[in-house]
């Protein structure tokens, strides 16, 4: 049972500073909850702090930080009162002034407001991401309906002028044949023509008669043939790629820990950390990081934010694995939960933080690697800073006679300028340098996974769909272990499936010697079947473990290839390596509504075509 630890506590005109004493416990295992008239202080299962305040606190303008001490860890609480000036006669309210019934009430109506604050400020952070995308929607279209109004004034002036201009000519014209003489073979013409009546005058009236020069001047001149060329401009619309798909920065998904109440979230801490990292207290912000990260493993922005933390802390170390890990996770990322823009973003960030790690750790050879592939996925508008630190950092390492050893591979240099040319939007250009890359090394599956990339981007289907099928052959043993069954195991399973799959095994493996040891057991063949079953699916395990890179790069060819085959309208053959790749991620909930948009589109074409074939047959019976 915990005991309660030792504590202290005073009081100013505006807050109350209680000091509690853990001895032999570390931060990371001390939970603190303040709530308006609750506040408890955990550190299992040694000690356990539960104060009823006598009066309640402002929760929100409320700290507390750790400090160390010889007998132990002092953790110290600013609670800020909700009545300033108003001095307590007690920390905490007796359970005899009111009872024990409610008390405890009342604890528990202060936990209830607590996670109410808690779900309020989440709900706010959504209903203030929808407004913003709301904003940028109607800002959209209203530069839509500017241009719009500014294109049909321009074609409405264009046709006003032309209409001026015809009208100008045909005063012109009456104003020549008002002129001339009435009784003039000109006159005999020009009345011809105005009855529109062909037979009326013969042609040969004109050519027994011809008229004299004055009939010359009648002809009307040819109209102006001068063409305007009228310049239209359309919004951009980016192309959707089909590796990256929407998401959010603020966007979280849910992962699979089952926090018991609000202090144990992984976004509880996250909100904590970052409330110590706008106060610049690194170390807290670190620890709280970590304890959000305990919670949710795969939290790709608490590992970030922990890296920067330990660049502030001089921790150039786990700083350089922290951004490591990221990059890490950043790959295995399913494509639903990171916008292509975002992935770009995230890519600059993390490099440039590594590379920044490297060079405070005085390693500036990888350091200057790292900033080059930041500078490669940067945004030239908004991240200067990222050139000018690569520029810094080559001119100190020329000052120091460092010799640049990360330029001796010119196909990595290549692959560099070819990101930045993508990402530039030069995809001829992006295109040529793949291609070079590719010539000088046929083998190089990443140049040839992007240029399929920059294919599509260019609508060449065709061309792309051969490179996606290039590198499902160079994957070819990857693609057979996941045929086999349950080739994905040991990726997709949880803990507790691991466990139920080990039961099984050590269950097929007992049948099989069982079945060693009695040779007329009626159930051998069986067995052997089975055994022989559980070989396969670990020898496919076992490959996908050692060749995961390929996995990913298997799933981006089949849905590329998927993308290059409804650009050539084959959607059945689309549709199947959709299906493909939803085998290998089928968590990805933009994908399988892409499979299933297509699969109803097959549906709907199907039921034309033959809707169309009926009626012809029934219109060729009745013929």
């Not at 407004?131 to 279209?141: D, F, I, S, V």
């Not at 996995?551 to 290839?561: C, E, F, G, H, Q």
């Not at 493909?580 to 499979?595: E, F, G, Q, T, V």
Request: one cysteine or more; glycine letters at 4%.
């Amino acid at each position: 049972m915990p005991v309660k630890p030792q504590f202290e506590w005073e009081q100013t005109g505006e807050d109350v500073l209680l000091e509690i004493l853990f001895k032999g416990c570390k931060r990371e295992t001390v939970d603190v909850l303040i709530a308006d008239v609750f506040v408890k202080a955990n550190a299992p299962p040694q000690y356990l702090l539960a104060v009823d305040l006598l009066h309640e606190i402002n929760p929100e303008k409320s700290t507390h930080y750790f400090t160390e001490k010889q007998d132990g860890l002092a953790l110290h609480l600013k609670l800020h009162k909700a009545a300033p000036d108003v001095v307590w006669d007690a920390l905490s309210l007796r359970q005899t002034s009111i009872g024990k019934a409610a008390l405890l009430q009342r604890r528990q109506q202060s936990m209830q407001r607590a996670e109410q604050r808690y779900r309020t400020q989440l709900d706010a952070r959504v209903t203030q991401r929808e407004a913003e995308k709301r904003r940028m929607l109607e800002a959209q279209w209203d530069v839509e309906k500017e241009q719009r109004t500014h294109i049909e004034q321009k074609a409405k002036a264009e046709k006003d002028a032309a209409e001026q201009e015809l009208f100008e000519w045909e005063a012109d014209q009456q104003e020549v044949t008002s002129s001339a003489a009435p009784q003039s073979p000109a006159d005999i013409y020009a009345a011809a023509l105005k009855k529109a009546d062909a037979d009326a005058v013969p042609p040969t009236v004109v050519q027994q008669d011809p008229a004299p020069a004055a009939v010359m001047t009648t002809v009307s001149a040819i109209r102006q043939v001068d063409t305007v060329n009228v310049t239209i401009d359309f919004t951009p619309k980016t192309f959707a790629m089909p590796t990256r798909s929407r998401g959010d920065e603020d966007y979280y998904r849910q992962s699979r820990y089952k926090p018991v109440s609000i202090e144990d979230t992984p976004m509880f801490w996250k909100e904590r950390a970052d409330k110590h990292y706008r106060a610049r207290e690194w170390k807290a912000a670190a620890d709280a990081y970590s304890e959000s990260i305990k919670r949710d493993g795969a939290f790709l922005t608490c590992v970030m934010n922990r890296a920067a933390c330990f660049i502030h802390l001089a921790n150039y170390k786990r700083a350089i694995d922290d951004c490591t890990l990221a990059l890490t996770m950043l790959a295995n990322t399913p494509a639903s939960e990171v916008t292509q823009d975002r992935y770009r973003g995230l890519m600059t960030k993390l490099y440039a933080r590594r590379g920044a790690a490297y060079c405070w750790a005085d390693d500036l050879k990888s350091g200057v690697a790292d900033l080059r592939m930041a500078a490669a996925y940067r945004d030239p508008a908004s991240d200067e800073d990222v050139a000018a630190d690569l520029a810094l950092l080559e001119a100190q390492m020329k000052e120091r006679g460092i010799a640049d050893d990360t330029q001796s591979d010119p196909l990595a240099t290549r692959m560099q300028e070819a990101a930045t040319q993508y990402y530039q939007g030069s995809y001829e250009t992006a295109e040529a340098t793949y291609r070079a890359v590719l010539a000088a090394n046929p083998f190089d599956s990443k140049a040839q996974s992007n240029l399929v990339a920059v294919l599509l981007r260019q609508g060449k289907f065709r061309a792309a769909l051969e490179g996606c099928e290039g590198i499902i052959r160079f994957c070819g043993e990857v693609a057979a272990a996941l045929e086999q069954p349950g080739g994905l195991a040991a990726d997709q399973l949880d803990s507790d499936d691991e466990e139920e799959e080990n039961e099984d095994d050590a269950a097929g493996r007992t049948t099989a010697s069982n079945a060693a040891a009695s040779s007329d057991h009626p159930s051998t063949e069986s067995d052997d079947n089975k055994d022989k079953l559980v070989r396969q699916r670990r020898a496919a395990a076992k490959k996908l473990g050692e060749q995961s890179g390929h996995v990913y790069m298997l799933l981006k060819a089949y849905v590329r290839s998927a993308a290059a085959l409804c650009g050539l309208k084959e959607y059945h053959k689309a549709h199947a390596y959709l299906d493909r790749a939803l085998r290998i991620s089928p968590y990805d909930n933009d994908l399988r509504d892409d499979c299933n948009r297509l699969a109803e589109k097959i549906r709907m074409e199907t039921l034309v075509a033959v809707s169309a074939g009926s009626a012809a047959t029934q219109k060729t019976v009745s013929a």
